[in-house]
């Protein structure tokens, strides 16, 4: 991945912070397709739609999704809502930006927002996405 490749550098990080909770069976993927991804599994993407901070300053505002999907027919609503409770946890500790900065060389987050949840059910599939403005730049801030 290129020092610049900040889309990678996010969906990466977030990978490896869902990736730490060990949960059994689930699938952790990374990029903008998730077509064909064996279920369950967690998709971590990033579409770089973000505006630069300051100018110049190579610090941007990405938009990133994590999303947990389950099968309505190999799990319970139950199951699902406790894997998606671990992978929110992960995601909304208070010490995230310092996780997702320690994950990736290179790298370095300043804050992490919560844009919102997502919910659907489709294809017997539940479906659950935490929306995230993650700001950060390609360097190493000591």
Do not use: W
Request: hydrophobic letters at 40%.
């Amino acid at each position: 991945m290129g020092a610049n490749d900040l889309e990678s550098k996010v969906e990466e990080a977030l990978a490896s912070v869902v990736t730490a909770q060990a949960l059994s069976g689930l699938n952790v993927h990374t990029g903008l397709d998730e077509d064909n991804l064996n279920v369950p599994y967690v998709i971590c993407m990033c579409a770089g739609q973000g505006e630069e901070v300051l100018r110049d300053s190579g610090t941007f505002k990405l938009e990133a999704v994590v999303k947990v999907v389950s099968s309505a027919d190999d799990e319970t609503l139950a199951e699902h809502r406790s894997r998606l409770a671990t992978v929110r946890d992960s995601i909304m500790d208070s010490g995230i930006a310092a996780t997702l900065t320690a994950a990736v060389s290179e790298f370095h987050v300043y804050d992490v927002e919560l844009a919102g949840l997502g919910a659907e059910f489709e294809d017997r599939k539940y479906s659950n996405s935490l929306e995230l403005n993650v700001t950060c730049c390609a360097s190493d801030i000591g």
